[in-house]
């Protein structure tokens, strides 16, 4: 198991990159994903919004009504690049959205308040 200052330090090395203009290495990136998913997952934690970010991970937070089968009625779909850039603050979530970068569903699905991480 990594500790959470290798996650930090992944993170910090993916920013880096896409902070350059470059591709971040694919197992950097999930690595950090994942780990700014759990983050998000332990600040504000629930089952009533599901945050996707696809291939690399999915959770649930916020607290709420809660999802157990099927399609969830709040979903935040996005890519991972935009999910690193959103959860550390180097994209807002209206951006985001202007941009076409998020695909929301649901009346709860704004999880603007709780990013950056």
Do not use: F
Not at 3 to 19: C, E, F, G, N, R
Not at 80 to 107: M, Q
Request: hydrophobic share 40%; with cysteine; charged share 25%.
């Amino acid at each position: 198991m990594s500790s959470p200052h290798d996650k930090q330090a992944v993170v910090a090395a993916v920013l880096a990159s896409l902070d350059a203009g470059e591709t971040p290495e694919r197992i950097a990136l999930r690595d950090a994903v994942r780990a700014l998913l759990a983050a998000l997952a332990a600040r504000v934690p629930g089952r009533s919004v599901e945050v996707r970010v696809p291939p690399y991970g999915a959770i649930q937070c916020v607290e709420g009504p809660r999802h157990t089968r099927g399609t969830p009625p709040n979903v935040v779909e996005m890519d991972p690049e935009t999910w690193v850039r959103l959860a550390t603050g180097r994209l807002s979530w209206e951006d985001a959205i202007t941009h076409g970068r998020l695909r929301i569903s649901g009346n709860r699905a704004d999880i603007s308040a709780y990013i950056p991480i």
